[in-house]
């Protein structure tokens, strides 16, 4: 988590820059992470609620997104070429790391605008919280809730069905998710959620699984770390196979899945079993507890061997899977 000595980043969202451009900057905000304070990120995409938007403005397309999209008041940089436009701000080409009008005089202005109009860190507003934060809280409540943020509702959840209703897709979800700054937000008891069902589908939401976003909330939110349903010391294991056609996964979450369904493993064994970093099986293990298939290993009665470790686990699955071959 952020501190005051360790800020989380500010976010750059991008609208209409070339992926060469996009490169560059990403390569020139990792050089300058130690020098700007605060330092910058560059979003994946909007749903990463940018602190500021770059908008490309040497195109009849970005000057579209300029004239007709609302930021709601996220500042906005005007990219351009050998031209200051009337803008607050403006970034020209070739983009510099220093002087006038260059990448760290124009968002170290626009980092100071926003320490102004940011609520007071002592004293923080009563609903500004994490979204992931409003979302677990939702998930735990025995009703039906709506996460509404300042623009409307996020999200729907009726734990009752054990769905969940969104317009947002699983990538700006997992945006959401993964954002820890504090944003305005509230949870909202659905008086009938029979109702709101009927009238978000006549707006084409369709229920989901709930499975999908307590999954996907697991997946993103440790950042690397436990979430506290599992300690880092003890091996663990799966107590079913994850329904991988209806979640969002990677390739060596089904080498995970194998592997903590054969036998059991500590995190770190796991991740050197996979040959990935201890932070991806770590948010694997949190999604398999989120959606409760994590388990810890029972303790060994006496007398029994020692328990199989992670690469003799793959083993079993991988000789299971070649002697079904050969049959």
């Given at each position: ?48 609620l940018?602190?500021a ?23 906005r ?9 009337a ?7 070739p ?48 009703y ?16 009752l ?28 008891t ?138």
């Open positions: 988590m952020a501190s005051e000595d360790n800020p989380l980043p500010l976010v750059l969202s991008l609208a209409n820059v070339g992926t060469d451009e996009e490169r560059y900057l990403r390569s020139l905000l990792a050089l300058l992470k130690t020098y700007l304070e605060p330092s910058w990120c560059i979003a994946a995409r909007l749903g990463d940018p602190d938007v770059l908008i490309d403005m040497d195109s009849r397309e970005g000057q579209q997104v300029w004239e007709n999209v609302d930021f709601g008041g996220t500042p940089i005007a990219l351009s070429r050998d031209q200051v436009l803008a607050e701000w403006t970034l020209l080409k983009i510099r790391p220093g002087g006038t009008h260059s990448l760290t005089e124009v968002l170290t202005a626009v980092a100071g605008k926003l320490r102004l109009s940011a609520p007071a860190s002592s004293e923080p507003a009563s609903g500004w919280r994490p979204f992931a934060s409003m979302v677990r809280r939702a998930c735990q409540q025995p039906p809730s709506d996460v509404v943020l300042a623009t409307g509702s996020a999200l729907v959840i009726d734990p069905e054990q769905v969940f209703y969104s317009s947002r897709t699983t990538d700006e979800l997992a945006a959401l998710l993964r954002n820890r700054r504090r944003i305005d937000g509230k949870v909202v659905v008086p009938d959620a029979r109702k709101l069902a009927v009238r978000l589908a006549r707006w084409g939401i369709r229920p989901r699984p709930l499975e999908e976003l307590l999954w996907l909330t697991g997946l993103v939110v440790g950042a690397g770390q436990s979430l506290g349903a599992w300690d880092p010391r003890e091996p663990v294991r799966l107590k079913r196979w994850p329904n991988f056609a209806a979640l969002p996964h990677r390739q060596v979450h089904l080498k995970m899945a194998a592997i903590l369904t054969d036998g059991d493993a500590q995190s770190q064994a796991l991740a050197a079993a996979c040959e990935v970093a201890a932070g991806d099986a770590a948010d694997f293990l949190n999604a398999c507890a989120e959606i409760g298939i994590l388990e810890a290993r029972a303790a060994p009665a006496n007398g029994a061997g020692p328990s199989k470790t992670a690469k003799d686990a793959w083993r079993n699955v991988v000789g299971s899977l070649k002697r079904e071959r050969a049959e």
